[in-house]
C-alpha cells in the first residue's frame, strides 16, 4: 500500500512536483478561511502559497468547514497537504499546497473556531459558503431573519451555526479585547459580495447590540472580489491518479484548469499578503469585472446545466461539444449579456468569449452538469434575471436568456425528459416541490406559481408580462420539443 502524503514525505516527491519553498514549521495563521472546499483549495489558497514562496510571511490559513468533516478528516493525516492537479491544453501540473495550517470542523468545535477568529494575529476571513452560506434573500442581498439557523444563532450567540453568526459574535469579541476588526474577504460568486457581507453582518449585529453594529459599520473593511477557476468535484478516478503520480497517496487532491483570476479591491487595513505579485489583479472597483463574470461564465453555466442536463448531457465539456449547444451560448453570450456590461476599461470581451468557450470544451474537466444545477434559487438573480430585467427595460429581446430561467423550471419539476426522477439540491427545494405539487408542470400555472418566490424573482419580472409571457412559452416549447431542439432553434 503507498503511504499517505505528509510533511515527512515532500522531500521525496517527483521532481517535478512543485512543493512548498517555505519553512512550514515557522508558519504562523493569519488568515481564517470559512468554506473549506475545494475551490478554496484550487484558489486562495494557491495565491497565498505562492506569496509565502516568495516572501515569508505569517499568512498560514485555519480552514473551516461549516458543516462535513471530510476535508479535515483527509488533511488531519495529511499535514494539511494537499495536491492541486491543473488540466489545460499543455498536459497536466501537479503541486503541493502547503498553506492550511490547520482545519476545524465547526459543528463540533464552535469554541475552538471563535476562539481563533478572536485571535489577534488573524487579520483575515477569506469566504466561499456558496451563494446560500450568507442567509440573505438572494433578490435584494438583505439578511433572511426568517432563517432557522440565524434565528438559532441570534438565540445563542456563542454557539452560533451560520456565517453570520460566526463572524459577528468573533467581531463582538474582538471590540472587547480592543482588537482590531479582521478584513472579511467574500471569495464566493455573488455581485457585490463583500457589500453583501457587510450588510448581512451589520444587520445581524444590529438585532443583537446597536453599538456593535455601530463598530462594524465604522471599523469593518469588507473587500469586493471576483474570483473565478473552474474546479470541479473531486471523483474517486482522480484520487487513484494523483496518487499515482505522486508515488503516495492523496486522499484530498482538487482538479482545476490551468487558468485562474483573482481580482480584488485593494482595502486591508491591518495588512494582506503580497498578493499582487502572484497575478492578482489588486483594483479599486471589482464591480466591472464580477459584472462580465457572472453574466457570462457563471450565466452560460447555468444554462448549460439545465439545458445539457435535460438534454442528456452529463458534463460541460460534453455539453459544449454539441455545436448546437456551442453556438446558443455564444449567441447567448453575444446578443443578449454583452449589451448590458460595462466593461473593464480597454478590455478585449471577444477574446474573454473565446476563452470562456474554450474553458468550457476542456475535456480533460469532468465538470457534472448536475454540480452546477445546485441551488438554482440561489443563482438565478445575479446570473440570469439582473441581465433579463435590463434588456426588458431596453425593449431588448431575452430568448436565450429566458429559454435558460424555464430550463430551471422544467429541471426543477424533479422529473427528467425520460420521466426519471431529478434529486433537487437547492436550500429552498421543499419549497420548490410543494409549488410543483400544486400547481402541476401546466406552464401556465407552473410558471406564476414559482414566480411567487419573491425572494429569488423580486416583484418586478413576475408583474412584467413581456418576461412571464416568454418564459411560459419557452417551457411550453421544451415540453413539447424537449431541451435539444430548443437550443437548435436558438444556435
Ligand atoms: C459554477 C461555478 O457551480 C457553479 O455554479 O458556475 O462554480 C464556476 O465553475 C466558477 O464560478 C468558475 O469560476
Avoid at 453594529?213 to 471523483?235: K, Q
Avoid at 429552498?428 to 410543483?436: E, K, P, T
Avoid at 419573491?454 to 416549447?477: I, S
Wanted: glycine share 8%; proline share 8%; hydrophobic share 40%.
Amino acid at each position: 500500500m503507498m503511504p499517505r502524503l505528509n510533511a515527512a514525505l515532500l522531500p521525496s516527491l517527483p521532481a517535478e512536483v512543485q512543493r512548498p519553498l517555505y519553512d512550514r514549521d515557522a508558519l504562523e495563521t493569519g488568515i481564517v478561511h470559512i468554506g473549506l472546499g475545494a475551490f478554496h483549495r484550487a484558489h486562495q489558497a494557491v495565491y497565498t502559497e505562492d506569496a509565502l514562496n516568495r516572501a515569508f510571511g505569517p499568512w498560514g490559513i485555519c480552514g473551516v468547514s461549516l458543516r462535513s468533516p471530510e476535508t479535515r478528516d483527509a488533511l488531519a493525516l495529511q499535514d494539511g497537504l494537499y495536491t492541486v492537479v491543473s488540466r489545460g491544453a499543455d498536459g497536466e501540473r501537479l503541486r503541493v499546497v502547503g498553506a492550511v495550517t490547520e482545519c476545524l470542523v465547526a459543528p463540533e468545535a464552535p469554541d475552538t473556531v471563535l476562539e481563533r477568529l478572536a485571535r489577534p494575529a488573524v487579520r483575515i476571513v477569506t469566504i466561499t459558503v456558496t451563494e446560500k452560506g450568507y442567509c440573505h434573500e438572494p433578490a435584494t442581498g438583505s439578511l433572511d431573519e426568517r432563517h432557522p439557523d440565524i434565528l438559532h444563532d441570534l438565540a445563542h450567540p456563542d454557539r452560533p451555526r451560520t456565517l453570520p453568526g460566526f463572524l459577528v459574535e468573533a467581531l463582538d469579541r474582538r471590540r472587547k479585547a480592543g482588537l482590531d476588526p479582521f478584513t472579511v474577504l467574500s471569495c464566493d460568486n455573488l455581485p457585490g459580495n463583500g457589500d453583501v457581507v457587510r450588510k448581512v453582518l451589520h444587520r445581524f449585529a444590529e438585532i443583537r447590540d446597536p453599538a456593535l453594529a455601530r463598530w462594524i459599520g465604522e471599523r469593518l473593511a469588507c473587500p469586493n472580489s471576483m474570483v473565478d477557476r473552474i474546479v470541479p468535484a473531486t471523483t474517486p478516478e482522480d484520487r487513484s491518479a494523483v496518487s499515482r503520480r505522486l508515488g503516495v497517496s492523496d486522499a484530498w487532491p482538487v482538479v482545476t484548469e490551468a487558468f485562474s483570476q483573482w481580482v480584488v479591491e485593494d482595502h486591508f487595513p491591518t495588512g494582506r499578503p503580497a498578493w499582487e505579485k502572484e497575478g492578482v489583479q489588486m483594483v479599486r472597483d471589482v464591480r466591472p469585472f464580477e459584472m462580465m463574470k457572472l453574466r457570462l461564465l457563471n450565466a452560460s453555466h447555468s444554462c448549460i446545466a439545465y439545458l445539457g442536463s435535460l438534454a442528456g448531457y452529463e458534463t460541460v465539456a460534453r455539453t459544449i461539444a454539441d455545436p448546437a449547444f456551442a453556438g446558443f451560448i455564444r449567441k447567448l453570450m453575444d446578443q443578449e449579456v454583452t449589451p448590458t456590461l460595462d466593461l473593464p476599461e480597454g478590455f478585449d470581451v471577444a477574446a474573454y468569449k473565446d476563452a470562456l468557450l474554450e474553458r468550457f470544451a476542456n475535456p480533460a474537466l469532468k465538470h457534472r452538469t448536475l454540480q452546477i444545477a445546485m441551488d438554482g434559487s440561489q443563482k438565478l438573480p445575479q446570473r440570469l434575471l439582473g441581465t433579463i430585467a435590463e434588456r426588458l427595460q431596453a425593449g431588448a429581446p431575452i430568448d436565450r436568456l429566458a429559454l435558460g430561467v424555464a430550463a430551471w423550471m422544467r429541471f426543477v419539476t424533479g422529473r427528467d425528459e425520460q420521466g426519471a426522477p431529478i434529486e433537487i439540491r437547492d436550500p429552498l427545494a421543499g419549497r420548490l416541490s410543494a409549488i410543483v405539487a400544486e400547481t402541476g408542470p401546466e406552464p401556465a400555472r407552473l410558471v406564476p406559481g414559482l414566480l411567487e418566490i419573491t425572494e429569488v424573482f423580486g416583484k418586478n419580472l413576475p408583474a412584467n408580462p413581456a418576461f412571464t409571457g416568454t418564459v411560459t412559452q419557452a417551457l411550453e416549447r421544451l415540453y413539447a420539443r424537449g431541451a435539444q431542439s430548443c437550443v437548435e432553434e436558438l444556435a
